[in-house]
Nanobody, 124 residues
Framework: QVQLVESGGGLVQAGGSLRLSCVIS????????MGWFRQAPGKEREFVAA????????AYADSVKGRFTISRDNAKKTVNLQMNSLKPEDTAVYFC?????????????????WGQGTQVTVSS
């Protein structure tokens, strides 16, 4: 059974930073492409960032490019999302997702496993 557990969410003022982490268990982590998505109330889940299996290839949504950084540590089976210069519009539940034996993708339908989500709230 594959499990993903996110942590690191919370309340922060605009301009602040948060670091989200996602730990995966149950399968060889290095075979997975990893992604971060978010969902605000009343909105669809949207792509935030993704990493291929090695971390050598990353992709970002235009709305977070230059502010967010995705990284992974295959030895620790962890993927992180460093979020800087946060804005109120970044407020959402953030989910990590794993795609087994596939390329990283911006489409949430391509991912096989999901975490339960962690709330990020940015106050103005």
């Amino acid at each position: 059974q594959v499990q993903l557990v996110e942590s690191g969410g919370g309340l922060v003022q605009a301009g602040g930073s948060l670091r989200l982490s996602c730990v995966i268990s149950g399968r060889t982590f290095s075979n997975h492409a990893m992604g971060w998505f978010r969902q605000a109330p009343g909105k669809e889940r949207e792509f935030v960032a993704a990493s291929n299996w090695s971390g050598g290839t990353t992709a970002y949504a235009d709305s977070v490019k230059g502010r967010f950084t995705i990284s992974r540590d295959n030895a620790k089976k962890t993927v992180n999302l460093q979020m800087n210069s946060l804005k109120p519009e970044d407020t959402a539940v953030y989910f990590c997702a794993a795609r087994y034996f596939g390329r990283s993708s911006r489409d949430p339908r391509d991912y096989d496993y999901w975490g339960q989500g962690t709330q990020v709230t940015v106050s103005s």
